[in-house]
Every structure is written in structure tokens, then in C-alpha cells.
């Protein structure tokens, strides 16, 4: 295996591997936080144990170096979590069974038992305020006198409004130097400290009318996205054909495939998205705006598209991240254009919005039998193509 690829840390050497795997990529399946964390862990010799828990594990670096001590574990996402389990395969080490979402609920477990009290939950700093603040609220009732949070980010995403989350929900917060662009936060219970509630989830509604019920750390969670807003301003334009099943790919709040529904009362809706928080999210839209109709939706809490058939859908929607956890990467679009090609049926439609400059439409025409732009405006275009 190419050196790139494997963590050499004190708890021992593991090769780790993103998913999916692509042999060009020079992107890792950990971060310099990670390294930092763990060389902190070893040098407090601190000893893993079941009262601790793992947060937002990208890829499994954590899970794999601290697998010892039975760890609890958490990911909103899907990947993370296949992605982590095949990181511990390859380094022949258990799969872990992780905490589902919403993580409150999940540490609360069996009603029949005490809460678990957490001695030291070790977190990576996730992409938005939004989700560090519902993360933090949800594991606070869990912890006691003498309970840590140790946390960890590259420094680039540590900011001070970050450390004022730890000191408002959780105690007093410090952080460490930085060392290879990283930083570790410091943060222990003040017993005396009482939070002001958690704002999550968050709602808007639309000029349209569309009700929209936002989880933390879901896209456009506080206002409509100038690309969404487009495409939903077009939606109504474009030449379809009356579709039977349409997928909502990626689908965040779900907005997308709420108003494909409103166009199309007949359709049958498939939302699908990595995040369990998405899939929350969307299925809250769907009922705040349309819990009467039939026939139901299905929510498919999934990678890509695992889960639909081959040739079963007639509109595939999406509005494409281009970002695979903090770093900016096209793999992951590419993959999505490929699955809404296998899940489309002879003739159906993808229908994408994107950027201007992120040149999509060469990307369409090589993958499907035709491809064109149906609108645009100076910041972006909205695609459509024939499978």
C-alpha cells in the first residue's frame, strides 16, 4: 500500500483509505487534527473505555487507533460510517456498531436504564457552527462533574465563535497551540453552567409557500440558496414529460422534491440523501407541506443512490455538494451523475444545478446520450440530460 495511506501514531500503524477509493486521489482519510488528537491521547496517557464517545470520525482514524477501548461512536453520515467500518476491516479490527442519529436520543438508549454518563467524548470539529452547536447540546445532559470534551479542527475552521459554543454549552475552554495547521479545544463540565436551549431545527418558508424544516448542519438551513431558488423559479418551465417516480438526490430539506410533487400530484417521491439529519430534514418538509397526499414518499437514509433500482425512476433532481467533508472534490458528483444514470429509466431526465464555472455540461455530455443547458444566469445553469 502506498505510504500515503497509512497513520503512523503511537496507538499504532493503519492503513486507512477515504471512500470511495480513487487511485489518483492524493486526498487522505485523515487531517492533521486527527494525528494531534491522538498524540495527545498518548501523551496524557489517557486509556480509551466505553464511557468514551467518538463525534464526526471522518473516515475512521479514530475509531481504528482507539478500538481498543470499546469505544462509542457517532456519525450523522453514511459514508462516514461505511467508510469507517472498511477502514477497520482492512486494519482487521471489529466493526463498530454506531450511536444513530439524533445523538441525544441514541446516548438515552434503553428507558429502563440510567442515562450513560460520559467520562470523555473526543470530537472533530465539523464543517458548520450549526452542527457543533446541536452536538454539543445534545451531549451535554451526559455529562457529569469531572467529563471532558476534547475536540480537535484544523485551525482554519477553529475560530472564536467556535470556542464560545464549548464555553456556553459545555464550561470553561481552552485550546492548545496550533501544530501542523491544527488545534486541539479543551473543554471540562461546569457543573453550575445551565445552556440556553438549542435552536435546532430551524424553518423559513419560501415565496412559493413551501415550508421548509431545517435540522443542524443541512444546507441552506436558515434561507433559500440563490442555486435551489433558481432552479425552483424554472422548475415549472421545463419540458418533461409527466414523470411517474422522481428521486430527489442529495435531497438536504428536501424542497426540491416537495415542489416536483406540487407540479406532479401523481409522482411518486424517493428522497435520498448521506445525512440522517437530511432525511429528518425532508421528511418534516414533506409533512409540513404536503402530509395528506398520496401516494407516501420514500426517505432512504443511503450513499448516492444505494437502494434504488436500476431503471426505476423517471426525473432525477439534484443540486450537487461539491465539497466531500472539508475537502473541495468532483469525484463525488461524477459518482452521483453515474447512479441517477443506472436509476433512470430509457429517456428520463436528470435535471442539475450547478455553478457556471464548474463546467459540468463537458461532464454530462460524455456520461449521457444528450445533454443541454435549459437556463442560466451569470452565476448558474441548469442542465438536463437524456439517459
Not at 22 to 38: C, I, K, V
Not at 299 to 309: I, N
Amino acid at each position: 500500500m502506498d505510504q500515503q495511506h497509512i497513520l503512523d501514531v503511537a496507538q499504532g500503524s493503519f492503513t486507512l483509505l477515504r471512500r470511495p477509493f480513487h487511485e489518483r486521489s492524493t486526498l487522505r482519510a485523515w487531517d492533521a487534527a486527527d494525528e494531534y488528537l491522538l498524540d495527545h491521547i498518548d501523551e496524557q496517557g489517557l486509556v480509551p473505555a466505553a464511557d468514551w464517545l467518538v463525534v464526526n470520525d471522518v473516515f475512521g482514524a479514530l475509531a481504528c487507533a482507539l478500538s481498543a477501548g470499546g469505544i462509542a461512536w457517532h456519525s450523522d453520515s453514511v459514508v462516514s460510517t461505511l467508510g469507517t467500518n472498511d477502514n477497520l476491516s482492512r486494519n482487521d479490527l471489529p466493526a463498530c456498531d454506531p450511536l444513530p442519529w439524533p445523538l441525544g436520543d441514541a446516548l438515552l438508549g434503553d428507558l429502563s436504564r440510567p442515562p450513560r454518563t460520559l467520562a470523555r467524548v473526543i470530537l472533530k470539529v465539523p464543517k458548520t457552527l450549526s452542527l457543533l452547536e446541536d452536538q454539543l447540546h445534545r451531549i451535554r445532559p451526559f455529562l457529569g462533574t469531572g467529563s471532558e470534551v476534547l475536540a480537535a479542527g484544523m485551525t482554519k475552521h477553529v475560530h472564536t465563535s467556535t470556542l464560545k459554543l464549548f464555553e456556553n454549552i459545555i464550561g470553561t475552554t481552552t485550546t492548545s497551540l496550533a501544530r501542523k495547521k491544527a488545534r486541539l479545544i479543551f473543554a471540562s463540565v461546569d457543573p453550575e453552567l445551565t445552556p440556553q436551549p438549542s435552536p435546532h431545527p430551524m424553518s423559513y418558508v419560501t415565496d412559493t409557500g413551501i415550508a421548509t424544516v431545517n435540522h443542524a448542519g443541512i444546507f441552506s438551513q436558515t434561507k433559500l440558496d440563490i442555486g435551489t431558488r433558481f432552479l425552483l423559479e424554472q422548475l415549472p418551465t421545463l419540458s418533461l414529460d409527466r414523470p411517474g417516480r422522481i428521486v430527489d438526490l442529495a435531497c438536504g430539506n428536501g424542497i426540491l422534491g416537495v415542489a416536483a410533487a406540487i407540479r406532479f400530484p401523481s409522482a411518486e417521491l424517493v428522497f435520498t440523501d448521506e445525512s440522517a439529519a437530511a432525511i429528518a430534514s425532508a421528511r418534516a418538509t414533506w409533512q409540513a407541506n404536503l402530509a395528506e397526499r398520496e401516494p407516501e414518499p420514500t426517505f432512504l437514509h443511503t450513499d448516492v443512490l444505494d437502494g434504488v433500482d436500476d431503471h426505476a425512476a423517471d426525473l432525477v433532481l439534484l443540486n450537487p455538494p461539491f465539497h466531500e467533508q472539508h475537502a473541495v472534490s468532483e469525484a463525488g458528483t461524477t459518482r452521483m451523475f453515474a447512479e441517477a444514470k443506472r436509476a433512470l429509466r430509457t429517456d428520463g431526465q436528470l435535471v442539475v444545478v450547478a455553478n457556471r464555472h464548474l463546467g459540468y455540461h463537458q461532464r454530462l455530455r460524455r456520461m449521457f446520450s444528450s445533454s443541454h443547458t435549459v437556463a442560466g444566469n451569470k452565476k448558474f445553469v441548469i442542465l438536463q440530460a437524456t439517459a
